[in-house]
């Protein structure tokens, strides 16, 4: 074992909620941005749920007893916590697939554009190649900032722009971008917006419909720590009819357009109605509390880590104005890929070390259950593997 970690954290620990939550308690845990991290009483929650469908399976999962009442439940108390009409609302197991349902559903032609940052999530980035080599359109990416954004990114559209794409808190960067203002631009040039939320909900105080955007994908299974499987699109009414289902069944005839998402089909929609455990485990625990000691530990976590690597944020951003409880760091030439096996392999650090734009960058993500010496633990490994 690597004497900078043992397998058993000295107490006492400086978090007052990390006994809350079910990681080992051996793990420095630094990387919540990749899957999130349920705490245990949602965690029983949501395995009580599991266990109350399996006494009756046709009595919960039915269409004409208990599910769809159960899906209203969550989807009035999802809108309600981020700013929408749940009319508007529909429930998919992550921002991806939301993603996914509208780039999949948009009527690209030959010689159409979609316009995005360089700092978009790997897996949407090729989901517009894929989307737009199949269709004929061009997917162009703008090397910009959240500074620059909003000017930079309406300056790359054209007559041939159909959709506007980007993060709200961007994945690789951890960068909030100024999405309500872009959305307004974008619709004064008469393009469509589309924002990746997937960071947003439980960082953020979100207005999803004050934002503006055609479609808002958001995650729950991040940062407002609900089980993995729970997710949201929003979407406006005059876009609704232009989205295709995950699955057309029995659902589709019904009246209501949220409604006709409702089914996809057998399987296990228990993490949805976990998701009000969540909102409540937060309201209850006083969680803009630990997200503002959070940002402080992310802040100091830039300034110590850009000190001892001589770097500077991989974006040229240093303003922490719009800080949030991700911050991401440039390496200095190494392996990014290998560096982080080692951090998990020989400290038991687990933290997202990966490639921008062919650099190494380094993200890491403070959640309620970390403190000042998961930060020092960390600092004192790089320090030994790079320097």
């Not at 899957?35 to 029983?44: H, I, T």
């Not at 609704?240 to 005839?253: G, R, T, Y």
């Not at 993490?271 to 009000?276: I, K, N, R, T």
């Amino acid at each position: 074992m690597h004497p900078l970690r043992t397998v058993a954290r000295a107490p006492p620990t400086l978090s007052p909620v990390r006994d809350l939550f079910v990681l080992d308690p051996g793990l420095v845990f630094l990387n919540h941005g990749s899957f999130g991290a349920c705490p245990g009483a949602v965690l029983d929650e949501y395995q009580r749920i599991q266990r109350e469908i399996e006494r009756n399976p046709v009595a919960a999962l039915s269409l004409y007893r208990g599910f769809p009442d159960a899906i209203a439940r969550v989807r009035e108390r999802l809108a309600a916590y981020v700013g929408a009409d749940a009319a508007d609302l529909v429930l998919v197991p992550n921002a991806t697939t939301g993603v996914n349902l509208v780039a999949r559903s948009l009527d690209l032609r030959p010689g159409d554009e979609v316009v995005s940052t360089t700092h978009e999530y790997g897996g949407n980035d090729l989901l517009w190649q894929w989307v737009c080599e199949r269709r004929g359109a061009r997917y162009i990416r703008v090397d910009t900032t959240p500074a620059r954004a909003v000017e930079e990114l309406l300056g790359a559209v054209t007559e041939r722009t159909r959709v506007l794409f980007l993060s709200h808190v961007s994945s690789p960067t951890a960068l909030v971008f100024p999405v309500e203002e872009i959305c307004r631009r974008a619709r004064e040039a008469g393009v469509a917006t589309l924002v990746d939320g997937a960071h947003a909900p439980g960082q953020i105080d979100l207005a999803v419909e004050a934002i503006g955007a055609d479609w808002y994908a958001g995650n729950c299974h991040k940062w407002l720590c609900a089980p993995k499987g729970a997710g949201f699109l929003h979407v406006r009414r005059e876009r609704q009819s232009e989205l295709e289902p995950v699955a057309v069944s029995w659902d589709w005839a019904v009246e209501e357009w949220a409604d006709r998402h409702r089914w996809h089909g057998t399987r296990d929609p228990s993490p949805y109605p976990a998701v009000p455990a969540a909102i409540d485990f937060q309201k209850e625990h006083r969680w803009e509390d630990v997200r503002a000691r959070c940002r402080s530990l992310a802040s100091r976590a830039r300034r110590e880590l850009s000190e001892l690597l001589a770097t500077e944020p991989p974006a040229g951003e240093a303003d922490e104005s719009g800080l949030l409880q991700m911050v991401t760091v440039r390496l200095p030439p190494c392996d990014a890929f290998a560096l982080g096996a080692r951090l998990a392999a020989e400290h038991r650090i687990e933290v997202l070390a990966q490639e921008w734009r062919g650099r190494p960058i380094l993200r890491a993500s403070f959640q309620g259950y970390n403190d000042e010496e998961d930060l020092r633990t960390l600092v004192a490994a790089l320090r030994r593997e790079l320097l």
